[in-house]
């Protein structure tokens, strides 16, 4: 299985990114998928996730409520992120990741994820 994440990059406070997981080996409308994000000096940490297709379930951290959109387009087997509204605090290296089947609640849980992609800077200007 790999995951490839696209679409980071420079954008001014307010503006918006949209980043996108591409699988390969693992077919999104069958598995749970994450977006996680690190900062410098800071730990790893949620951002959102989406549950198979069965369940459909979307989970977003607070933070990003109402800025942030998670989609999955099964045609194209990618697992997108709107970003819209960005601040400075937003900026990290973003992460997506995957496991096969439905996690639940529990997808904001790194640990419970099998497969992970390399990162994608996205950098919010003030």
């Known amino acids: 299985v790999q995951l490839q994440a696209s679409g980071g990059g420079l954008v001014q406070a307010g503006g918006s990114l949209r980043l996108s997981c591409a699988a390969s080996?693992?077919?999104?409308?069958?598995?749970?998928v994450g977006w996680f994000r690190q900062a410098p000096g800071k730990e790893r940490e949620f951002v959102t996730g989406?549950?198979?297709?069965?369940?459909?379930?979307?989970y977003y951290a607070d933070s990003v409520k109402g800025r942030f959109t998670i989609s999955r387009d099964n045609a194209k087997n990618t697992v997108d992120l709107q970003m819209n509204s960005l601040k400075a605090d937003d900026t990290a290296v973003y992460y997506c990741?995957?496991?096969?089947?439905?996690?639940?609640?529990?997808?904001?849980?790194?640990?419970?994820?099998?497969?992970w992609g390399p990162g994608t800077q996205v950098t919010v200007s003030s």
């Open positions: 990741a995957a496991t096969r089947g439905s996690l639940g609640s529990s997808g904001t849980n790194s640990r419970r994820y099998d497969y």
């Open positions: 080996g693992l077919t999104v409308g069958s598995a749970a």
């Open positions: 989406i549950n198979w297709s069965g369940v459909g379930s979307k």
